[in-house]
């Protein structure tokens, strides 16, 4: 019985804990995607710059990589990527995933 | 700042606390969230304005001071210019800062800061108290710069280094040129707004001429020996305009010495210039407010603390934008967008405790050279111990596809949609 509490309680603190890395990555993400705003409309709205908003989390990790990696061709991609940490693309793919277009 | 928050935190505690025993209870609430106050509604102004409003989610009044209703970017009046926008295209309102975000938009003159007092003085005499301030008043042009050149004189020689009207004059004046005509440019010298804004600005007006009025000629009286994108500008008026642009630099015309608006002359060290039109952009300084509240140094611009964008001389003010002393960064619209979002932040952290990240700031500059004919030039930058320093930088080079240059061109049209939306909402 008193395992069983312990075990519950210790299945409550990695779920709470879990959340609060959630929502610091979420923090993370929206701090960084201001700088991604300025052109990527967050409305879905999009003229000459591709939308990058819902995309999935992989997708916008993979892309990103290539950035870094200078695979995939765009001076601006490339050197705004190249200041990322693995970290920051991640909250950034969750936070853009996370917004949904206004007319969707 | 740790006094203010805390005063902040027990007023709100008591207001809540009387919110149900007194109808004035909601007032006094109001009254003591912490003030956030915004001089200057363009690129730096308007986003820090919004961005204040919108992450505090209420918690901080904002207030924004700007005398124009109607914004017209200096970005893309150029291309209003070479008749690839409708001047309407280039202008924007503020309802919505005000109607979406509750920002508070005052349109008046701000004309002094009372620095002790913490208030700012308006045009109708009225006081707007601040707990943090924002100072984003961008350029002002030192008339007296150009011997001969003068508030009057602008009337007829338009440097339209601020949009709007001044804008649709010198449109007006090349239109109305006589057929075979010259058109003097005297762009400005360092440090100024847009630094490959004069050449851009050639580049529209020798587009707009070869439809209209081929034969004309533009001669550029440039006060500096070089300039910004100068290989791209260079070889693109060579391909679009042969024989049209003559680029002089203080070598070869010896030194702006004064110009006569009436006689339509621009008097060098070695020669005089007569001109059918002419755009004269004079030597330019932060704002005058950013003067007048002692925020400048003797250069004219403000010093700031890079992490922050605060004030060097009032930790109450944060200065963005292009009177600010940006070191590596230009004078731009997307560096003074880019500024606001960390003095944005800062002001948050300050005044509700929000969480600081670092600043991140960064750059890139569109220019048009002709039809489907873009280039750009960027970089990526940090905040040092006392500057802000680049880290990464790239530019476009002579000789790219013409399918790469147009997409460069529909970039720049995708971010005027962006960044005019990440100011205006």
């Not at chain 2, 440097?159 to 010259?182: C, F, I, P, Y």
């Not at chain 2, 002419?278 to 250069?299: F, N, R, S, W």
């Not at chain 2, 405790?353 to 750059?363: L, M």
């Amino acid at each position: 019985m008193r395992s069983f509490v312990f075990i519950a309680m210790m299945g409550l603190t990695a779920m709470g804990s879990k959340t609060k890395a959630t929502e610091d990555l979420r923090a993370l993400g929206e701090y960084l995607a201001a700088e991604c705003v300025t052109c990527h409309q967050p409305s879905h709205e999009h003229n000459g710059i591709p939308s990058i908003i819902g995309w999935d989390p992989w997708a916008f990790e993979l892309v990103m990589n290539e950035y870094r990696n200078k695979e995939r061709e765009h001076e601006i991609m490339q050197t705004l990527a190249a200041s990322l940490s693995d970290e920051e693309v991640k909250a950034l793919a969750m936070y853009f995933n996370s917004l949904k277009a206004k007319d969707d | 700042m740790t006094i203010t928050r805390r005063k902040f935190n027990i007023l709100t505690g008591a207001g809540a606390l009387t919110w149900g025993l007194s109808a004035s209870a909601p007032a006094l609430f109001g009254a003591n969230k912490p003030r956030a106050v915004v001089i200057g509604g363009g690129a730096g102004g308007a986003t820090a304005a919004r961005y204040i409003a919108k992450d505090s989610k209420g918690a901080i009044d904002v207030t924004l001071i700007e005398p124009s209703r109607r914004y017209y970017t200096c970005f893309f009046s150029n291309l209003y210019l070479g008749g690839f926008r409708e001047f309407d295209s280039i202008g924007h309102g503020y309802g919505k800062l005000a109607s979406d975000y509750d920002v508070n938009v005052v349109h008046d003159w701000a004309v002094a800061i009372d620095r002790d007092k913490k208030e700012v003085v308006l045009g109708s005499g009225a006081r707007v108290p601040y707990d943090r301030l924002i100072v984003s008043p961008g350029i002002d042009i030192k008339y007296d710069s150009i011997p001969g050149y003068s508030v009057d004189a602008a009337g007829v020689m338009p440097h339209a280094w601020k949009s709007g009207t001044q804008a649709q004059l010198l449109k007006a004046r090349v239109d109305n040129m006589k057929e075979g005509g010259t058109f003097v440019m005297v762009p400005p010298p360092n440090p100024f707004r847009c630094p490959p804004g004069p050449y851009e600005r050639i580049s529209m007006i020798a587009h707009a001429l070869k439809q209209k009025n081929p034969k004309a000629k533009i001669i550029v009286l440039d006060p500096k020996p070089k300039f910004s994108k100068q290989a791209l500008f260079m070889d693109g008026w060579q391909q679009h305009y042969p024989g049209m642009v003559e680029w002089l630099d203080p070598g070869a015309h010896g030194g702006i010495k004064n110009v006569n608006a009436d006689a339509m002359e621009i008097v060098t060290d070695l020669d005089t210039f007569k001109a059918d039109a002419a755009c004269v952009v004079p030597a330019q300084k932060a704002g005058e407010i950013a003067a007048v509240a002692g925020l400048t140094d003797k250069g004219g611009w403000c010093p700031i603390n890079p992490a922050t964008m605060q004030s060097k001389v009032d930790d109450n003010i944060h200065v963005i934008g292009d009177a600010s002393i940006a070191a590596a960064m230009p004078k731009s619209a997307f560096s003074a967008n880019s500024q606001a979002k960390s003095a944005a932040m800062a002001v948050r952290a300050a005044l509700i405790n929000a969480k600081a990240f670092p600043a991140r700031y960064s750059n890139t500059c569109w220019s048009l050279i002709a039809t489907n004919d873009g280039v750009k030039v960027g970089a990526k930058y940090k905040p040092g111990t006392d500057k802000i320093e680049a880290t990464n930088t790239f530019i476009s080079k002579v000789g790219e596809t013409s399918e790469l240059r147009e997409q460069t061109y529909e970039e720049s049209l995708g971010w005027y949609d962006g960044i005019t939306t990440d100011m205006f909402g």
